[in-house]
């Protein structure tokens, strides 16, 4: 599986942005996809993750009714909503896929990764 992360960019504190991950293959809905992100000097954290029909979803305590997690498997495409952005959002972003259904916020679970797109939140 290859994924590729767009939506990035330079947002004002207050606004949004629309992340998505397309993934290549034929095989997209028996995947969980997951949302990661890493700013500077920083750890790799979860953001947020979805099983496979969409029908389950985890977001991290920092970004839970600010940030939401979807996915169309006709389209092989995850995304993340993300509103109220504040300036501690600046970081890149990671999308991944794990084999198996469950949204698993543990980043060493997944077997590939995103290159990451950036997202700058401006005070």
């Known amino acids: 599986v290859q994924l590729q992360a767009s939506g990035g960019g330079l947002v004002q504190a207050g606004g949004s942005l629309r992340l998505s991950c397309a993934a290549s293959?034929?095989?997209?809905?028996?995947?969980?996809m997951g949302w990661f992100r890493q700013a500077p000097g920083k750890e790799r954290e979860f953001v947020a993750a979805?099983?496979?029909?969409?029908?389950?979803?985890n977001h991290a305590g920092s970004v839970k009714g600010r940030f939401t997690i979807s996915r169309d498997n006709a389209k092989n495409t995850v995304y993340l909503q993300m509103n109220s952005l504040k300036p501690e959002d600046t970081a890149v972003y990671y999308c991944?896929?794990?084999?198996?259904?469950?949204?698993?916020?543990?980043?060493?679970?997944?077997?590939?990764w995103g290159q990451g797109t950036q997202v700058t939140v401006s005070s």
């Open positions: 991944a896929a794990k084999r198996g259904m469950a949204p698993v916020s543990i980043a060493g679970v997944y077997d590939y």
């Open positions: 293959g034929r095989t997209f809905s028996s995947y969980a």
């Open positions: 979805i099983n496979w029909s969409g029908g389950s979803t």
